[in-house]
Each structure stands twice: as C-alpha cells, then as structure tokens.
C-alpha cells in the first residue's frame, strides 16, 4: 500500500525557515503570503491541530476522494515555520496521512528524504 501511495505523488515542495534572529521578518512575510494564499476557495481545510505556541493544517484541492494538491503548514513560535506542498494525481487523504505517521515512526527507508522525515516528525515542526 505504501508503494501506491508513494506512486501516486509526483512532486513535493518544501519551505522551512528555523526560528533565528535574523529570519524573523523572512518568517512573518512568508506567513503572510501563505495565509492569503490558503484564503483561496480552492483550498479546503482537512484537519487543524495544536495549540497555544505551535500549530498545523493541512489543506486539500480536488475531490475528498481524488486529492490533487496537499498543504501541510505549521508554525512554532520556538522553531519556526515551515510548508510542505505535495502535488500528485488522485492522492487519497487517508493513504497520505497514513504514509506521513510511517515517516515518523522509521517504517519506510527513504535515505532521499530524510528532511521531508524531520520535518513531519512530531519534536520538529
């Protein structure tokens, strides 16, 4: 299952910017761009979780059941912030939250990916 998945995925962009001094007016402007950009309708929410300093979304285009664009967005006002886009061809929601909780325990060996593993690991952002 998780090979389809993976088959199913044919891009993946990734922005993460560490909570640092000298990236505090980077930080805010990207979080700007990103908020006014996840306003469009296209851009369906699919789950929200956090709290207090550190937060996540993750976002959809398509259909529930042919998924066409995935957003993963969170910020830590400790770490920083940081966006992962994952764009595919008839990604099921499920298969992919179910690939990211792989990723974090270690069951896939991606040695290509490690910073994708970090960043959906639960102590990163």
């Known amino acids: 299952m998780k090979k389809k ?11 993460a910017i560490p909570k640092k001094q000298e990236n505090e007016t980077k930080i805010e402007a990207e979080k700007t ?4 950009i996840l306003k469009d309708e296209k851009y369906q ?3 929200k979780y956090g709290g207090g300093d550190s ?4 976002y959809f285009t398509g ?12 910020e830590d006002k400790m770490k920083g912030m ?3 886009r994952v764009l595919g061809d008839n990604m099921n929601p499920s298969d ?6 792989s990723l974090q325990k270690g069951d896939i060996d991606m040695d290509g990916l490690e910073g994708i593993t970090k ?3 639960s102590d990163q952002l």
């Open 5 to 15: 998945t993976l088959e199913t995925v044919k891009k993946i962009n990734i922005l």
């Open 33 to 36: 761009k990103i908020s006014n």
């Open 55 to 58: 937060k996540m979304a993750v």
């Open 82 to 84: 940081g966006i992962a």
């Open 45 to 47: 929410l699919l789950m």
């Open 96 to 101: 992919i939250l179910q690939l990211v909780r």
């Open 119 to 121: 960043m959906f690991a």
């Open 63 to 74: 259909s529930e059941e042919a998924v066409d664009e995935i957003i993963v967005y969170g």
